[in-house]
């Protein structure tokens, strides 16, 4: 079984509607995070979190909300979805920071388009 | 302009040939640089992480970073087809931000 897992992998929705995407992880990892990927633009950071009770804005959070319900879950919410939320969207998860540097594991991505 | 800027490409070589790609970036407070590896619909992978400056090799990569002229390269010898993917590379400053440049796609054509 993969070590991180998104749900949906694929989403087709309207302008308006409520979304959430789901990242579950096996690793044991306290950081988690979420990202969009976009044709031009790479990766962008929306939302990141160290622990439970840890939620980090990052570049680009407008629009999303995030929700740590566990160690393993981390789930990302667009509250009110609009065309230009049409991205591909990751989870990645990490153990380590600082001396070391910073590993991140990437789930398989949800593809969400909004009409 | 962004934090870290990487030529998009594509790029297509023959099999065996070197492969370099490359990123700058602007901000001196950087101090780890990785490179992943992004097969089409999946996720990045992690293919090499460094701190300093200098090459760093694993296998048929090396990874170089120059702090100084705030550039780095990947390098892939004996290219093969299987290594025909989306290549970002990336870089932490402060606490865990990690920024990434937008990856070069190569195609390695038998």
């Known amino acids: 079984d993969a070590d991180v897992t998104q749900t949906p992998r694929n989403r087709i929705t309207k302008t308006g509607k409520r979304i959430m995407l789901e990242c579950s992880q096996t690793?044991?990892?306290?950081?988690m995070y979420w990202y969009r990927q976009d044709p031009g633009l790479g990766l962008q950071l929306i939302y990141y979190s160290f622990d439970v009770k840890d939620i980090n804005k990052g570049e680009i959070s407008d629009g999303y909300s995030v929700s740590r319900q566990a160690q393993a879950k981390f789930s990302l919410s667009l509250e009110s979805a609009i065309p230009n939320q049409t991205a591909l969207y990751f989870c990645a998860t990490s153990d380590r920071a600082g001396t070391s540097g910073d590993t991140q594991y990437f789930g398989p991505g949800t593809r969400l388009t909004v009409l | 302009q962004k934090e870290v800027e990487q030529d998009p490409g594509p790029l297509s070589v023959p099999e065996g040939a070197i492969v370099s790609l490359n990123c700058t970036y602007s901000?001196?407070?950087?101090?780890?640089f990785m490179w992943y590896r992004q097969y089409s619909r999946k996720g990045p992978e992690l293919l090499m992480y460094?701190?300093?400056?200098g090459n760093k090799e694993d296998g048929r990569f090396t990874a170089q970073v120059d702090k100084s002229s705030k550039y780095i390269s990947l390098f892939i010898r004996d290219s093969q087809p299987s290594d025909s993917a989306t290549y970002l590379c990336a870089m932490i400053k402060g606490a865990n931000n990690l920024f990434f440049g937008t990856g070069t796609r190569l195609t390695v054509i038998p």
């Open positions: 901000n001196s407070a950087f101090q780890y």
């Open positions: 690793k044991g990892h306290d950081r």
């Open positions: 460094t701190y300093s400056s």
